[in-house]
């Protein structure tokens, strides 16, 4: 029942961001839902169920950006992967780390989807002129909502779940 629910509370989040964050200014100030959302998945969900929600959160992700639905899936295939390591290592539990991780990875997924977007277009990342400071606004953004975002799905996903008593008095 919840990995039903997390696509449609998925595109619910990308549909008011759409409405709201996008027309009030935000385009470089703008969060990455997407990142927020495969991390909350990689921490939570085992590893099969959490790729294809992943790829699915994607999907969503990039009908509203009018992008390439396969950079997009790519960019979630491999921030998932790297978050699911790096976990083994790291504590990525406390709000902080969850900021830092996602401000670092958010500058290398930018960085990925520019060029990787000039490479398939064949017009170059460079030739546009906020290039240089776009993957910057967007990861500060993204670190600033990710641990309150990642936050407020922990405790939806503990309201939607059922209590251990309950399982228990059903069996």
């Known amino acids: 029942m919840r990995n039903a629910l997390f696509p449609i509370l998925a595109l619910l989040t990308?549909?008011?961001?759409?409405?709201?964050?996008?027309p009030l200014g935000f385009l470089v100030f703008r969060p990455d839902l997407q990142a927020v959302?495969?991390?909350?998945?990689a921490r939570t969900r085992k590893f099969g169920e959490g790729l294809v929600l992943a790829g699915v959160t994607a999907i969503l992700f990039s009908s509203f950006h009018n992008g390439f639905t396969g950079l997009f899936l790519l960019q979630a295939l491999l921030l998932f992967s790297s978050i699911r390591v790096a976990s083994r290592l790291l504590n990525l539990s406390h709000?902080?780390?969850?900021?830092a991780y996602l401000f670092?990875?958010?500058?290398?997924?930018?960085?990925?989807?520019?060029?990787s977007y000039g490479l398939l277009t064949g017009?170059?990342?460079?030739h546009?002129?906020?290039?240089?400071?776009?993957?910057v606004p967007i990861a500060?953004?993204?670190a600033l909502v990710a641990p309150w975002?990642?936050?407020?799905?922990l405790r939806i996903e503990k309201k939607l779940a059922p209590r251990r008593e309950d399982v228990f008095l059903l069996r």
């Open 14 to 22: 990308f549909i008011l961001a759409a409405t709201y964050l996008y």
């Open 37 to 41: 959302f495969v991390f909350y998945l």
């Open 95 to 99: 709000p902080f780390f969850v900021a």
């Open 104 to 115: 670092g990875a958010e500058i290398v997924l930018q960085l990925f989807y520019w060029f």
């Open 123 to 126: 017009i170059g990342p460079f």
């Open 128 to 135: 546009s002129d906020h290039f240089a400071f776009h993957p």
């Open 140 to 142: 500060g953004m993204t």
């Open 149 to 153: 975002i990642y936050l407020l799905l």
